[in-house]
């Protein structure tokens, strides 16, 4: 079956610590992101990337970051510098950004990490 | 700097009815506009994508229109069901600048049996 898995599905998180979130698709898609969602809110975009070794900041990159080492994995690490970071983390691919980014094609998301901070 | 917003924020609706659910969004410099379901603590599902240069997409019971000039797009569900129950989101992409999409909040949809 092809699709994008995330894991845990529920992490718990001390104040001070950093957390890595997992993403992983077998889609073979070149474009994968992440997003947060909280209550009452659409999602918010973290960071995207396009290619392998490859990323860029979203709207609300600060306190988290990523790496793209392998075209089918994403992670996302929640540094200690994120303020306020329970929420519902997102991953999503699509087949790629296109020429010039204007391309867009169907984003499939994964089915979502919940963080709380205790 | 590009809004997007769904109203009503939620519905409740008997089995069996046409609904049409709102997107309206403040730039009309889209690139395409998608509609996604997302049921409570899942991830999303794309349901219709519109190009910038169409009116409409359908898929089963589903139809979405896109109107950029006016900044709006709906999506209607024909004889709606309880299995519709979710939450339904618009987003937008952005044709300036680097890739993105802009969410709204959704609507909250249930419907009774």
């Known amino acids: 079956d092809g699709g994008i898995t995330q894991s845990p599905k529920y992490l718990f998180r001390k104040e001070g610590q950093n957390v890595t979130l997992s993403c992983e698709q077998n889609l073979n898609h070149d474009a994968m992101y992440w997003y947060r969602q909280d209550p009452g809110q659409g999602l918010r975009l973290i960071y995207y990337?396009?290619?392998?070794?490859?990323?860029q900041k979203g709207d609300i990159a600060e306190g988290y970051s990523v790496s793209r080492e392998k075209k089918e994995s994403f992670p996302l690490t929640v540094t200690s510098a994120q303020k306020n970071p329970t929420a519902f983390y997102l991953c999503?691919?699509?087949?790629?950004?296109?020429?010039?980014?204007?391309?867009?094609?169907?984003?499939?998301f994964g089915p979502g990490t919940r963080l709380t901070v205790l | 700097k590009q809004e997007v917003t769904q109203i009503p924020a939620a519905l409740s609706v008997p089995e069996g009815e046409n609904l049409v659910l709102n997107c309206s969004f403040t730039d009309s410099a889209i690139y395409n506009l998608q509609w996604f379901r997302q049921d409570p603590g899942k991830g999303l599902t794309s349901l219709l994508l519109i190009q910038s240069s169409q009116r409409e997409q359908t898929s089963g019971r589903l139809n979405a229109s896109l109107d950029k000039s006016s900044g709006r797009s709906t999506l209607y569900i024909a004889a709606s069901q309880p299995g519709d129950s979710a939450t339904y989101l618009c987003a937008v992409s952005r044709t300036s600048g680097t890739y993105k999409y802009i969410f709204g909040t959704g609507t909250r949809l249930k419907v009774l049996a």
């Open positions: 990337s396009q290619i392998v070794n490859d990323f």
């Open positions: 999503a691919s699509s087949i790629d950004l296109g020429v010039g980014g204007l391309r867009t094609d169907t984003q499939y």
